[in-house]
């Protein structure tokens, strides 16, 4: 059973940092593609960075690209965000994902359904 838990949420001023963890068990980090999703009040789930781990090749929103960064330790069976300048409007439950080794459907690094498992998710909250 995959099971993966965030954590590094919080809340911060307008430009502030925060880095995300998650955690991954039941599966290695070795060959599948792990990322970071949100979900704003009243929006829909967007992807926001996304790790192809066994090589380290990486995806970004638009909206995030400059400003986050993610990263991976295999060993530690640990992805991580790294969030920088962070805007009010970055505001969201953030949940980490993981595609399966048999794989779902493929619509893109950056789509949710591209994705089998999920955390929990933490909050992030940014004021001005």
């Known amino acids: 059973q995959v099971q993966l838990v965030e954590s590094g949420g919080g809340s911060v001023q307008d430009g502030g940092s925060l880095r995300l963890s998650c955690a991954a068990s039941?599966?290695?980090?070795?060959?599948?593609?792990m990322g970071w999703f949100r979900r704003a009040p009243g929006k829909e789930r967007e992807g926001v960075a996304v790790?192809?781990?066994?090589?380290?090749?990486?995806y970004y929103a638009d909206s995030v690209k400059g400003r986050f960064t993610i990263s991976r330790d295999i060993a530690k069976s640990t992805m991580y965000l790294q969030m920088t300048s962070l805007r009010p409007e970055d505001t969201a439950m953030y949940y980490c994902?993981?595609?399966?080794?048999?794989?779902?459907?493929?619509?893109?690094?950056?789509?949710?359904?591209?994705?089998?498992?999920w955390g929990q998710g933490t909050q992030v909250t940014v004021s001005s």
């Open positions: 994902a993981a595609r399966s080794d048999s794989g779902s459907r493929w619509e893109g690094p950056l789509k949710s359904n591209s994705y089998d498992y």
């Open positions: 039941g599966t290695t980090l070795s060959r599948n593609y």
């Open positions: 790790i192809l781990t066994h090589i380290g090749s990486t």
